[in-house]
């Protein structure tokens, strides 16, 4: 076979998406929150953009008005398109010399352009579109960057800082402020320094004391070799050093700090009981495994007590906490700003967005009208008009688009599941987003991305528009029942029981199945386990 390169013509068409598409499709997954950023960063970039105050609205002519200026917009729009495709189209017939320049010319160019920084004028200073105007375009062209109202002695006289975080104070900075009240010398102190750099933010201990004596030494040694020391006389920490140290750390706030495990976290937090004979620290030194399997009839015959004490015991122990360190967490808040309002008005339940906070967007008019007035521009000028008059009239489309899907999605579901709303969450009901989807005819893809890390305010609490997809089950009768719904209906059944004879997974498969809902008893242990329930030997009390 002869190896080679070779050229071939090969006719055959393939879809490619449009660039403005994804772009849609990104608004449509954006949260609130993220949307904002979009919609702010949009307008600094578009000079065709401004926001639209409330008062402009008062004073803006009516729909029919507008209606007539959106179609003008959109024929400037096609008009513009068409004479950049011609200017392009007559400017690759021109003779290459036509296109260069005298530098001189070059130079007056720009020493007649205006300055970026010192022609920033407000955009209410704009003189009216003509002639007059249309000679000064790159300062027009300015004022778009400017927001609307601002004048260029405000702008000079405010001063901007960048953002910083606030400083927080974490679970390491609450542990040297302890060791700085005890009696430690430099050499203990940063051995100190060494054991809370290994402290996990739950509390425990990452490192064994042989890694933590090796790394401190290790540093003490590079240290040395820096300044042309001999090692044979360096002061390095001993074994006992970091053992007393270990005891000095795990005796801070909180209690169990330091703990190279469970068990000794549990003792920590025990204290002085942890240290006597008591029924609490026997059974977590002792018998941990027998505790964790709640084994109470075993413990009680190995330390000859009742298995009544020994629960008594655990229930002390299941007091404590396992992860202390979690208490001086520093971890951001993190809030939730719903999408969508769901409000219950006169027995009927109507659906709004929580777009207050969006930027209210409109087309420039002092653009719209320079975009009129095309024939002194140059190509440049046409094409960079062409482009965002385009790129805003579709974005504001694409907001609006937005806003209509999600509103078709929530109705939707409000309807579909009127009955939480209106009962609780047992009346919850299965719901796919294939359901949604056929039902306001869209892809289920478009589905997923309205209702991806979104939010809704409603009578029942804010919750995630995932919350109300959930799997179903079938009932005698027919119905379907939502998954979330048994889980909440479990739950409620083991919160009733009695202590002393718990429900067992073949008993909530019995009650359930009386209350019409088929389910199999492993279902209800997975259900279970998700819960975080317990099995009904290790609810049991005695």
Not at 55 to 79: G, H, I, K, M, P
Request: aromatic residues 4%.
């Amino acid at each position: 076979m002869k190896t080679g390169l070779s050229q071939s013509v090969r006719l055959g068409q393939e879809l490619k998406v449009n660039p403005r598409l994804y772009q849609a499709m990104d608004m449509l997954y954006m949260p609130l929150l993220d949307l904002q950023q979009h919609l702010k960063q949009e307008l600094l970039v578009n000079p065709f953009l401004e926001l639209s105050e409330e008062e402009d609205d008062e004073v803006a002519s009516d729909a029919d008005a507008d209606n007539e200026d959106d179609d003008a917009d959109a024929e400037n729009a096609e008009a513009l398109n068409e004479e950049v495709a011609a200017d392009r189209d007559s400017a690759s017939d021109e003779d290459e010399s036509a296109e260069v320049r005298d530098t001189d010319d070059q130079n007056e160019i720009e020493q007649n352009q205006p300055d970026l920084t010192d022609s920033v004028v407000s955009t209410d200073d704009t003189p009216a579109p003509g002639e007059e105007a249309l000679d000064k375009w790159d300062e027009i062209l300015q004022d778009g960057f400017e927001p609307e109202g601002a004048t260029t002695a405000e702008n000079e006289e405010r001063e901007h800082f960048e953002r910083v975080p606030v400083a927080t104070r974490d679970l390491a900075d609450h542990l040297r402020d302890q060791l700085h009240l005890l009696d430690l010398n430099a050499r203990q102190m940063l051995l100190a320094d060494e054991f809370i750099g290994n402290i996990a933010a739950d509390g425990y201990l990452t490192a064994t004391l042989e890694e933590i004596r090796k790394g401190i030494n290790d540093l003490i040694v590079a240290a040395a070799e820096h300044e042309g020391l001999d090692e044979a006389t360096l002061p390095l920490y001993t074994a006992e050093e970091v053992a007393a140290m270990l005891a000095t750390v795990q005796a801070l706030d909180p209690p169990g700090i330091g703990a190279r495990d469970l068990r000794e976290c549990l003792l920590l937090q025990l204290g002085d009981d942890a240290r006597s004979d008591s029924l609490a620290a026997r059974l977590v030194r002792d018998h941990f495994d027998e505790l964790i399997a709640h084994r109470w009839g075993e413990v009680a015959r190995a330390l000859g007590v009742t298995p009544g004490e020994v629960q008594a015991a655990a229930d002390q122990v299941a007091k404590l906490n396992p992860k202390p360190g979690l208490a001086k967490s520093t971890e951001p808040d993190n809030y939730v700003v719903p999408d969508l309002v769901v409000e219950k008005v006169d027995g009927e339940y109507l659906v709004f967005t929580n777009d207050g906070n969006l930027p209210r967007l409109r087309l420039s008019r002092s653009y719209e009208d320079l975009a009129r007035n095309r024939k002194s521009l140059d190509a440049e000028h046409k094409e960079f008009i062409a482009n965002k008059l385009n790129a805003a009239q579709w974005l504001i489309q694409a907001i609006e688009q937005r806003r209509q899907t999600m509103l078709k999605v929530m109705h939707f579901i409000v309807n579909r599941q009127r009955e939480f709303f209106d009962k609780g969450i047992q009346f919850l009901k299965p719901l796919t987003l294939r359901e949604v989807a056929d039902a306001i005819g869209m892809h289920e893809s478009t589905v997923s991305r309205v209702t991806n890390d979104k939010y809704a305010q409603t009578p029942r609490g804010v919750l995630p528009l995932k919350f109300f997809f959930s799997s179903g089950l079938a009932t005698i009768d027919g119905d379907d029942v939502s998954a979330r719904g048994i889980k909440a209906t479990i739950e409620k059944l083991v919160k009733d029981e009695d202590d002393k004879n718990p429900l067992t997974d073949q008993s909530i498969v019995d009650i359930l199945g009386g209350q019409g809902i088929q389910i199999a008893r492993r279902t209800v242990a997975k259900y279970r386990d998700q819960l975080g329930v317990l099995p009904a030997r290790m609810r049991k009390r005695v």
